[in-house]
């Protein structure tokens, strides 16, 4: 039994932040079992498939905390249990709950394409948000092709319109857009409706893009180091229209 440290977060159930709990993970296993899988060999393997020095020190510095706190446990180990165990249920003796019926697995371009269930619009329990400034977009699909809920709609003119009622604000997109400041996730209490951006960018380019920067604010989140030590803020930066700045990709997987 060994404990690593970390934040308790329901929240990144749903949000892709890389806060390097992956890394520190296969640290931790090392540790725990190095039969399995060697320390030597964890960071081998970060260096090569990320060549980024603080993912192999993240799970490095895991694998020797975990290292100080592993106990063995043994069968006859532990406390004494004098009450009744109760019986559960079997999963086919549960009663009906809420149904959502399914809809059926299918995949085509255009607004209103993608498996979408009507039945489980899943932005309720979103934290934040994507900001698009299409302005900046290199229209590279990155962000269609990335979204885990399939939120992107294509446009007639080749950008990628997000449908916000389907998505949960988990990140991949941001974090994967080359562009600096194009996508930007910002805090849900800070918005009203779900409504179209594409459509609010079409109708009024000028007005949009001061909605956006003024939604988006000067902070830009980042996660720290080792989790559980809170997060780092940063200044954003308001990018003058049409300037599209592309991100190397190290920065853009760590921005
Ligand atoms: S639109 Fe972006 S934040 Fe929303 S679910 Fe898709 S990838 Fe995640
Ligand atoms: S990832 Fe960014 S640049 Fe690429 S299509 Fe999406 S918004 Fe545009």
């Excluded at 060549?51 to 975990?66: D, K, M, N, T, W």
């Amino acid at each position: 039994m060994a404990i690593l440290e970390g934040d308790a977060s329901f929240a990144g159930l749903w949000v892709n932040k890389d806060d390097l709990t992956r890394e520190r993970v296969l640290g931790a296993i090392a540790a725990v079992d190095p039969e399995l899988i060697s320390i030597e060999a964890v960071e081998q393997y970060l260096w090569d498939t990320t060549q980024q020095e603080h993912r192999v020190l993240a799970a490095r510095q895991a694998y020797e905390q975990v290292k100080q706190s592993i106990k063995t446990v043994t069968p006859d180990q532990g406390i004494d249990w004098p009450y009744q165990v109760p019986t559960l249920p079997k999963w086919h003796e549960f009663s009906e709950g809420i149904v959502v019926p399914a809809v059926p697995r299918g995949f085509k371009l255009g607004p209103n394409g993608q498996s979408r269930n009507p039945q489980f619009k899943r932005f309720t329990s979103r934290t934040q948000r994507p900001v698009i400034r299409f302005d900046l977009c290199i229209k590279c699909t990155l962000c269609w092709y990335d979204c885990p809920d399939e939120c992107f709609d294509p446009t007639e003119d080749g950008y990628y319109d997000v449908n916000y009622e389907y998505c949960v604000g988990c990140g991949r997109c941001a974090q994967i857009c080359p562009v600096k400041e194009c996508i930007v996730m910002v805090d849900e209490l800070r918005f009203e409706d779900n409504s179209s951006p594409y459509e609010f960018w079409k109708r009024d380019p000028e007005g949009y893009i001061r909605w956006a920067e003024e939604k988006k604010g000067t902070e830009r989140i980042t996660y720290p180091f080792v989790t559980g030590t809170g997060v780092h803020v940063l200044e954003g930066e308001r990018v003058p229209e049409g300037k599209k700045i592309m991100l190397k990709k190290k920065e853009a997987l760590t921005s």
